[in-house]
């Protein structure tokens, strides 16, 4: 089988650039530190790199996904990871028992399904009473309303009004973070941390740094109906940048596309005045050309109509002859002939 999955935009692949590969592989190392020695279930796991990442600190990790030529590439890929496993499942419907696991992560996941409903209460199932959920969505205000961006393969996305209506009656505790990427993605707790901060500065608008970042893209929740398992998790900051520095070089690529499209429009704007330049003075000379034959035509009128005169003057005396005496004088002798 092919070892590599076609990038179409409904579940990210190793290798993609830009800023979906700072989103994805950011909320997986967080998550990370959060399982370590735990019975962990990956839900809509896609292409498994998250799992497998997952499976370094875990004590086990099952990912689960509902495509199966998806599961059978992440069983090929990372068959060498023995505490991973893979199945095909449908997240409304897991083929496992009750308190199964200790965590259970999912990213990306419910804004693609429909029995967002379901889906939370099998994760609240298979969870065991003192386990942690880990999930993100997109924050519909920022992803969607104020980009206009239309993603075809989300069912349902999520106000964080909605999103925390769904948890609260399965998940009595929760955390919230935000995840924002820019040059680097960053993930921070909403109630804040003693051991970092962070201010959102804009030039634009010219005011002074603000305390904290209230403009998450999307939400990552840590959720339990255990009150100390969620006390237990200290907040924290989280920034991600890598080495490859993918986002800032895409930013290179485009803003020199930008650059060389700049430079052939101006190219191409001096060839047009150019060209416009050359129009001009050949209608000017054509211009020049009709005002010449103008003035020769009004020439040729003129002496037409200087003709015509003289012919009707020239008429006028033929008759003025024909009628005198020396006319019939003339007549009466070419008749004696």
Not at 54 to 81: F, I, K, M, Q
Not at 125 to 141: A, E, M, Q, T
Not at 165 to 187: D, K, N, T
Not at 245 to 266: G, P, S, W
Request: aromatic residues 10%.
């Amino acid at each position: 089988m092919n070892d590599e999955l076609e990038m179409t935009g409904e579940r990210f692949v190793p290798g993609a650039a830009g800023e979906i590969w700072y989103e994805h592989w950011h909320r997986y190392l967080f998550a990370s530190p959060l399982v370590a020695g735990r019975e962990v279930l990956d839900v809509a796991c896609g292409e498994g790199y998250g799992s497998a990442l997952l499976a370094r600190s875990a004590r086990r990790v099952t990912g689960v996904d509902v495509a199966s030529d998806v599961v059978a590439h992440a069983r090929a890929r990372y068959a060498s990871h023995t505490n991973l496993t893979f199945r095909e499942a449908d997240c409304a419907a897991l083929p496992f028992a009750d308190a199964s696991f200790d965590a259970v992560v999912s990213f990306e996941t419910i804004e693609h399904v429909a029995a967002q409903q379901m889906f939370l209460d099998e994760v609240r199932r298979v969870l065991r009473s003192d386990g942690i959920f880990i999930l993100s969505c997109p924050n519909k205000v920022e992803y969607s309303d104020k980009r206009g961006v239309v993603n075809a393969f989300h069912v349902r996305e999520l106000y964080r009004d909605e999103l925390s209506a769904l948890l609260a009656p399965r998940f009595e505790h929760s955390v919230w973070y935000g995840q924002r990427p820019s040059f680097y993605s960053i993930l921070w707790p909403e109630s804040g941390t003693a051991n970092a901060e962070i201010f959102e500065v804009s030039e634009a608008l010219a005011d002074a740094p603000a305390p904290g970042h209230g403009r998450p893209l999307y939400f990552i929740v840590i959720a339990s109906s255990n009150a100390d398992s969620v006390a237990n998790v200290v907040p924290r900051l989280s920034v991600l940048a890598d080495r490859d520095e993918y986002l800032y070089r895409d930013y290179e690529n485009v803003t020199r596309a930008v650059e060389a499209i700049q430079k052939q429009c101006r190219e191409g704007l001096a060839e047009l005045r150019d060209e416009i330049t050359k129009l001009r003075a050949g209608l000017a000379h054509a211009q020049a050309l009709v005002a010449e034959r103008d003035e020769e035509i009004a020439k040729l009128r003129s002496g037409l109509a200087h003709a015509e005169a003289l012919l009707l003057k020239r008429g006028a005396e033929l008759e003025r002859i024909r009628g005198s005496w020396l006319w019939r004088r003339i007549g009466f002798l070419l008749k004696k002939i």
